[in-house]
């Protein structure tokens, strides 16, 4: 029951940044998402500090991975390449792939508001799961999933 709620809530926040026009959720197969293109100057939208999942959120790239932002990626793989701009993450799931591109300055953070259905190496369920993709002036750019 409770892991119900936690699914649903989830999605919803999802969908109300996907309808605030922030956000970009990604089809079930592969596809590319573009890096942040609002400005530290010109920054507007959505305040990820500011958004209910922030507590639930880690950070997966750039730079290392810590511990507990790896379990929340448990199950899922994560490729990251150099760019001269940046870096190219490809986040996979069963089959599935999304790639996003950072510019210098965004984050991609991985919500997993439930550690429960996973264990090392295993995601039960990735209907718990999100990525978000924040500038530099942390604001959300993109929100996907795989």
């Not at 809530?9 to 942040?36: D, I, K, M, N, R």
């Not at 293109?37 to 500090?49: E, K, Q, R």
Request: hydrophobic share 40%; charged share 10%; proline share 3%.
């Amino acid at each position: 029951m409770i892991y119900g709620i936690i699914v649903v809530v989830v999605l919803a926040v999802l969908a109300v940044v996907y309808l605030a026009g922030q956000g970009e959720f990604s089809e079930p197969a592969t596809s590319t998402l573009q890096g942040s293109t609002v400005s530290p100057g010109n920054a507007s939208g959505t305040l990820f500090t500011s958004e209910q999942y922030y507590r639930a959120s880690y950070l997966i790239a750039p730079g290392s991975v810590s511990q507990q932002s790896q379990s929340a990626l448990d199950g899922y793989k994560m490729t990251v390449n150099q760019t001269a701009s940046g870096e190219n993450v490809t986040i996979s799931y069963s089959g599935r792939s999304v790639t996003t591109s950072l510019a210098a300055g965004d984050k991609l953070y991985i919500v997993e508001t439930s550690f429960g259905d996973d264990a090392p190496g295993y995601e039960g369920s990735p209907a718990d799961d999100g990525f978000v993709l924040v500038n530099a002036s942390g604001y959300v750019v993109n929100t996907f999933s795989v």
